[in-house]
């Protein structure tokens, strides 16, 4: 079963600056199998990139997914209020098929 | 609009069994499967199976098979969530997602809490 590790735990930024989120998968994965979603307390998860880089409909082009093989990254470009929440990568294996979640990023108001 | 509409709070003692609906509307039924999604008080998400609403073909999580049963109802549009023999730790919130691809799941529903309280 591939791991999804995701670093840093908790995230510490002011709004406007920019937020660099690490996804490092325990063996290779496709882009085409990587997605990454937002989750504010008492909400659903809510999906901003799939494809490893691809925004799902709606979403402000301030975030944009990259990397590939092992490495993938979230990036936020400027940050506003309601960008702090909790952040998630997940990933698809087809053998056995299934998914698997990191853990979370908390993106906090420093 | 896409709209997954899940079913009410659960409170169920150890041993027991829950079956947790999902009302789809705004799109054709059959078109996507369906992902269920848990989350434990305080924790991340954890993946427990997926269901295609055209065939009925299932995939479930190691952890949860055999106590998991994945269903579809064409008719009312509507997916379901059996879980049975209960344990505390299966107290979340659970989670129907439209899965529309691998690793897509483009809209949830809002989440129905299950407690397992003896």
């Given at each position: 079963e591939i791991v999804l590790t995701q670093s840093p735990g908790t995230l510490s930024l002011s709004p406007g600056e920019r937020a660099t989120l690490s996804c490092r998968a325990s063996q290779s994965i496709s882009s085409s199998y990587l997605a990454w979603y937002q989750q504010k307390p008492g909400q659903a998860p809510r999906l901003l990139?799939?494809?490893?880089s691809s925004r799902a409909?709606?979403?402000?082009?301030r975030f944009s997914g990259s990397g590939s093989g092992t490495d993938f990254t979230l990036t936020i470009s400027r940050l506003e209020p309601e960008d702090f929440a909790v952040y998630y990568c997940q990933q698809y294996e087809r053998s056995p098929p299934g998914y698997t979640f990191g853990q979370g990023t908390k993106l906090e108001i420093k | 609009q896409v709209q997954l509409v899940q079913s009410g709070t659960e409170v169920k003692k150890p041993g027991a069994s829950v079956k947790v609906s999902c009302k789809a509307s705004g799109?054709?039924?059959?078109t996507h499967g369906f992902s269920w999604v848990r989350q434990a008080p305080g924790q991340g998400l954890e993946w427990m199976g997926w269901i295609s609403a055209n065939s009925g073909d299932t995939d479930y999580a190691q952890k949860v098979q055999g106590r998991v049963t994945l269903t579809t109802d064409t008719s009312t549009s509507t997916a379901y969530m059996e879980l049975r023999s209960?344990?505390?730790?299966?107290?979340a919130v659970y989670y129907c997602a439209?899965?529309?691809?691998?690793?897509?799941?483009d809209f949830w529903g809002q989440g129905t809490l299950v407690t397992v309280s003896s």
């Open positions: 990139i799939y494809d490893a409909t709606g979403i402000p082009d | 799109y054709t039924f059959t209960l344990r505390f730790d299966d107290t439209r899965d529309v691809a691998p690793a897509r799941f």
